[in-house]
């Protein structure tokens, strides 16, 4: 059974980098054609799939935030890692870390509990 957890701070200031940690346990992050993906939605809105990176190393970004988002792994910790910089309050969300054979998808088969992240002075 394959597990995700999500971990990082809750609280972030505008224009400062948002760094979370995805650990992933009973799979290996490097087997399987699997993407690794982060997913978030903010208050009252929709999820919004942000990137991901592939079980051979390659990263893929949505449009509107590949400015901003930096995608990694660790894979000696079977973890893997989202950097978001110049965050403002509108990346205030909740953060999904999430695994599944499909790049981009919202509906992942793997998906971490979430945690919130808020972007606040």
């Known amino acids: 059974q394959v597990q995700l957890q999500e971990s990082g701070p809750g609280l972030v200031k505008p224009s400062q980098t948002l760094s979370l940690t995805c650990t992933v346990s009973g799979g290996s992050i490097t087997g399987n054609y699997y993407y690794w993906s982060w997913i978030r939605q903010p208050p009252g809105k929709g999820l919004e799939w942000m990137g991901a990176?592939?079980?051979?190393?390659?990263?893929y970004y949505s449009s509107p935030l590949k400015s901003r988002t930096s995608i990694s792994r660790d894979t000696s910790k079977n973890q893997f890692t989202l950097q978001l910089r110049s965050v403002t309050p509108e990346d205030t969300a909740v953060y999904y870390c999430a695994g599944d054979l499909v790049v981009a998808t919202l509906t992942p088969q793997y998906r971490g509990q979430g945690t919130q992240v808020t972007v606040s002075s």
């Open positions: 990176i592939g079980s051979s190393g390659g990263t």
